[in-house]
């Protein structure tokens, strides 16, 4: 068995910061460091012991593991959020692509990210109250990399409970339009039931039933 590696560091001061349940670690060299009480704990330092430079890169690691683990959840705490969007919203905080992912796959695992709820979640918000079709429905998923496998069983469930031809009907009454098949005339109407994401098929198909 090698020869352990000699205890190097030796801890003066654990003090707490003056952000809630913070602390700061002084070491006799003057190197001081913050970490959170859950590491505090877990690592089991104390005043007067003595820990070794792989010890503080463990604690190190486990330090920024707790730091994203914090911000992930913070985030969902406002609303549900896609893999790929909190991926890119640590990683833009500076944050290293490996240790993110391992938060997440963690988080995921727990079952507090989930791309297949986020998106139920998040389509039937767009079709229900946005009144969108397909088009810009898989627009907006774009920017959260949801896998196809996912999505389109979920958009062709909620096409069914909404029906494409009653989603435009409710666009143009919202103008106050009556049903009417002279409003395949009205470009100013055709124009914004295309911008909701709808065809020019899908919306001649409604407009000619009237």
Do not use: C
């Amino acid at each position: 068995m090698g020869r352990l590696k000699k205890l190097n560091h030796r801890i003066i001061s654990i003090k707490p910061q003056r952000t809630k349940n913070r602390f700061n670690i002084t070491l006799e060299s003057g190197d001081v460091f913050g970490i959170s009480e859950d590491v505090l704990i877990s690592s089991k330092l104390s005043e007067g012991k003595y820990v070794s430079d792989k010890e503080l890169g463990m604690i190190t690691n486990h330090e920024v593991h707790q730091k994203i683990k914090e911000k992930v959840l913070h985030l969902l705490s406002f609303r549900a959020r896609s893999r790929f969007e909190l991926y890119t919203r640590l990683l833009r905080k500076g944050f290293d692509r490996s240790k993110i992912s391992n938060v997440i796959d963690e988080l995921e695992e727990k079952g507090y990210i989930d791309d297949k709820e986020f998106s139920k979640m998040y389509a039937t918000h767009l079709i229900r109250s946005k009144l969108l079709g397909k088009i810009a429905v898989k627009y907006q998923f774009k920017k959260h990399q949801i896998p196809s496998d996912i999505l389109d069983p979920i958009l062709d469930e909620l096409y069914i409970k909404y029906p494409i031809e009653e989603l435009i009907k409710r666009i143009i009454l919202k103008k106050e339009h009556k049903l009417s098949p002279e409003l395949i005339k009205d470009k100013k109407l055709i124009d914004r039931i295309k911008r909701k994401g709808y065809s020019w098929g899908e919306i001649t198909s409604v407009i000619s039933s009237f």
